[in-house]
C-alpha cells in the first residue's frame, strides 16, 4: 500500500467518524463493513476488544449516546512505513 493510500484511506476514516459518530446519524452494519474488515482490534482507554461489525455497531451505539458533534484538525498526516495520523 503507497502513502498517498494510506492518506486517502486515513481522511476517508476521519470522514466516515464525523458523518456516523454522532447521537442521532444513522448507523447501521453496512456502514461499519464500508470503512472496517470482518474482524478487527479496537483499542479504547488502554484496553484491546476483538470486534465483529455486530459488536462494534454495538459499541459504537453506546458511545455516541451524548456527541453532538465531532471535529478533527489534522495538522499533518505522516507519511511513512506505518500510517498514523497527527492531531
Known amino acids: 500500500m503507497t ?3 494510506l492518506t ?3 481522511k476517508r476514516l476521519l470522514a ?3 458523518q456516523h459518530l454522532t447521537h442521532d446519524a444513522q448507523l447501521s452494519i453496512r456502514d461499519i463493513a464500508a470503512c472496517f ?3 478487527f482490534e479496537v483499542r479504547v ?3 484491546v476488544y476483538q470486534a465483529t461489525h455486530q459488536s462494534y455497531l454495538e459499541f ?3 458511545f455516541r449516546t451524548d456527541i453532538q458533534t465531532i471535529e478533527h484538525k489534522v495538522h499533518e498526516y505522516i507519511e511513512g512505513r506505518h500510517p498514523s495520523l497527527s492531531p
Open 3 to 5: 502513502n498517498k493510500t
Open 8 to 10: 486517502e484511506l486515513a
Open 16 to 18: 466516515w467518524k464525523k
Open 37 to 39: 474488515a470482518d474482524e
Open 45 to 47: 482507554n488502554g484496553r
Open 60 to 62: 459504537l451505539n453506546r
